[in-house]
Nanobody
Framework: QVLLVESGGGSVQAGGSLRLSCAAS????????MGWFRQAPGKERELVAAISRSNGNTYYADSVKGRFTISRDNAKNTVYLQMNSLKPEDTAVYYC?????????????????WGQGTQVTVSS
């Protein structure tokens, strides 16, 4: 069992930055591929970024490439999402997720544990 707790969401103007954190319980954090999903009102939940458990490979959705950076600190059982140059279309609830696969999958079903979500609101 893994408990994930996100923090760092909030409101920011377009062009601003936020850093989301996701703290995981347990001693096996390094064995999980970690992902950040987001869900905007009326839209499906989508994978924004992920980092694999095995070699640190990363994935980014096209919409955030060059603006968002995912990283992990296995010693702190924490994964981060640095979000720069934020746009109003980045407004969503952001969820941290953990999956046992060694490779990155973009589908929700590949992730076994989910956080409660944190709201990010970007105003124009």
């Amino acid at each position: 069992q893994v408990l994930l707790v996100e923090s760092g969401g909030g409101s920011v103007q377009a062009g601003g930055s936020l850093r989301l954190s996701c703290a995981a319980s347990g001693r096996t954090f390094s064995s999980y591929t970690m992902g950040w999903f987001r869900q905007a009102p009326g839209k499906e939940r989508e994978l924004v970024a992920a980092i694999s458990r095995s070699n640190g490979n990363t994935y980014y959705a096209d919409s955030v490439k060059g603006r968002f950076t995912i990283s992990r600190d296995n010693a702190k059982n924490t994964v981060y999402l640095q979000m720069n140059s934020l746009k109003p279309e980045d407004t969503a609830v952001y969820y941290c997720a953990a999956g046992s696969s060694r490779v990155i999958f973009t589908t929700q079903g590949a992730y076994d544990y989910w956080g409660q979500g944190t709201q990010v609101t970007v105003s124009s």
